[in-house]
């Protein structure tokens, strides 16, 4: 599995090219600005996306996604039901910082829990973790059996998490999902956030400013 990163957008939004070590397969996740500079690197390798994933329906995870499905219309789009609501207002949520844009296309699959995503050679599974918002969702990635890779939306960031005080925010069901679910992941487990630099969960079952074990 090789990872790039790129940081799109007015919010500085982590979204992630996935490929398979063969470089057969692409996946993407949280396209949340201009994408022109991952649709230029999906070119160079001549790779059309089998998915965009998408973590939760806020603006800054989503807002690439109609100009990835212009290009690459078979491209699915997976999306946790729970935020539907939001997903759905994304051109008022534009509105309310000046940009302009056009109603997400409608999801392919929805994800409703817990979740094996066929992805062959990747094993991605859905994780809810409600909290930042009604239906933030974390993909775990693994080759192997054991997951190596979180990728945790705005739920959990290096030493610090997601707010709350957003439409559908809860402070308390927030910490339930990092608590009960997150930190119940392997210590090395790779955390690659929605913003800022990349974590594990050990590091922050120890050092989170917010919530430590």
């Known amino acids: 599995m090789q990872i790039e990163t790129f940081v799109l957008g007015h919010f500085e939004s ?9 470089n057969e397969q692409a996946w993407l996740l949280d396209p949340g600005g201009d994408p022109q500079s991952v649709i230029n ?15 939760h329906g806020h603006l800054d995870h989503i ?6 499905k212009e290009v690459w219309p078979e491209m699915k789009v997976l999306f946790p039901e729970e935020d539907l609501p939001i997903y759905r207002n994304l051109t008022h949520q534009a509105e ?9 296309p409608v999801p392919d699959q929805l ?7 066929a992805a062959s050679p990747l094993k991605i599974r859905s994780l809810p973790t409600p909290g930042h918002s009604p239906g933030s969702t974390v993909f775990c990635m693994a080759e192997g059996m054991e997951t190596e890779v979180a990728f ?3 739920t ?3 030493e610090s ?6 439409w559908g925010g809860d402070t308390g069901q927030l910490e339930i999902s990092i608590r009960q679910s997150l930190y119940q992941l392997p210590a090395a487990t790779r955390v690659l956030p929605g913003h800022g630099p990349e974590t594990t969960i050990g590091w922050e079952r120890a050092h989170n400013q917010f919530f430590r074990v």
């Open 111 to 117: 994800l409703r829990g817990v979740e094996e995503i």
């Open 96 to 104: 309310l910082f000046g940009i302009v844009t056009s109603d997400p």
């Open 152 to 154: 945790t939306g705005d």
């Open 41 to 55: 690197r999906l070119q160079s390798l001549e790779l059309a996306p089998a998915a965009v994933l998408l973590t």
């Open 156 to 158: 959990l960031f290096r």
């Open 63 to 68: 807002l690439g996604v109609n100009a990835l």
């Open 14 to 22: 982590n979204c992630y090219l996935i490929r398979s070590d063969n």
């Open 161 to 166: 998490i997601g707010r709350t005080d957003l």
